[in-house]
């Protein structure tokens, strides 16, 4: 079984893939949207960059007809679980979603609004991430980037877990980074550890929940195995430590 059927089968029941609420990622879309729509041609278009199966831009585009939508990600199997969603939606006319890594994609269009939520390792992090999305924005379009965070100094056990000390900043510095490389910050929603915990349980609990369905299954232990070495780190480790920020961004430079 390989990280990403791992990753997969552990999102069955998480299809946002971040420690986000249902509520959260409404205000977050209910704030992008409009800022997207008020471009008169490609604000009608966006993009998610790393969009796992498609949750992100199938709630966008339920929640408006005039949109239409690209979705990428290198997991082909999560490509065709949201190609499928987007059908059974009535919306698969409205969105293309392409199984290529998300570094690759090369487009003719521009959008106004390129979400990228979790995905910053497809890039090589948050910076990489932004100027990949910059390359596929339209003028004075926005981006909804999410990434992790250190809410604190990372201690032995948070490292012990498999961080490392320089993987992330603090909240502030992010957010440094970020306006230093020219990105103003619109709005930003920081998860709240209810939600790192609904997360990380349905994360460890839907596979577990897999491999205990799937008895004789080969993969059945090595799943097992995973949820468990997941839910240990997590709740000896980082839990409390590791945060996870929503920025909505635009171009400072730009009209």
């Known amino acids: 079984m390989d990280r990403r059927q791992i990753s997969y089968i552990a999102h069955t029941d998480h299809p946002v893939a971040a420690p986000l609420g249902d509520d959260s990622v409404r205000d977050l879309l209910d704030r992008a949207l409009p800022e997207a729509g008020a471009l008169p041609e ?41 190609g499928r969603a987007a059908d059974e939606a009535g919306l698969g006319d409205r969105i293309a979603f392409h199984a290529q ?54 201690d032995r056990k948070t490292l012990d877990a498999g961080f490392a000390a320089d993987d992330y900043d603090s909240l502030a510095t992010t957010v440094d980074r970020v306006t230093a490389a020219g990105w103003a910050p619109l709005h930003a929603h920081v998860s709240t550890l209810r939600e790192w915990d609904d997360y990380e349980w349905s994360w460890t609990g839907s596979l577990t929940r897999w491999a205990l369905d799937h008895p004789e299954h080969p993969d059945r232990g090595q799943a097992l195995e995973a949820a468990a070495g997941h839910r240990a780190a997590w709740l000896h480790g980082y839990r409390g430590t590791l945060g996870f920020v929503t920025l909505l961004l635009r171009r400072a430079n730009r009209p």
């Open 42 to 82: 490609a604000g009608a278009r966006l993009l998610d960059l790393g969009c796992g199966s498609g949750t992100w831009l199938l709630r966008a585009l339920g929640a408006r007809p005039d949109l239409r939508a690209d979705g990428v990600d290198s997991d082909a199997r999560a490509i065709a679980a949201a």
């Open 101 to 154: 890594d998300a570094a690759e994609f090369g487009s003719p269009h521009r959008y106004g609004l390129i979400l990228s939520i979790g995905a910053a390792h497809a890039f090589g992090g948050l910076l990489p991430t932004l100027k990949a999305a910059d390359s596929h924005l339209a003028p004075g379009g926005s981006v909804l980037v999410g990434e992790c965070f250190w809410e604190r100094e990372p």
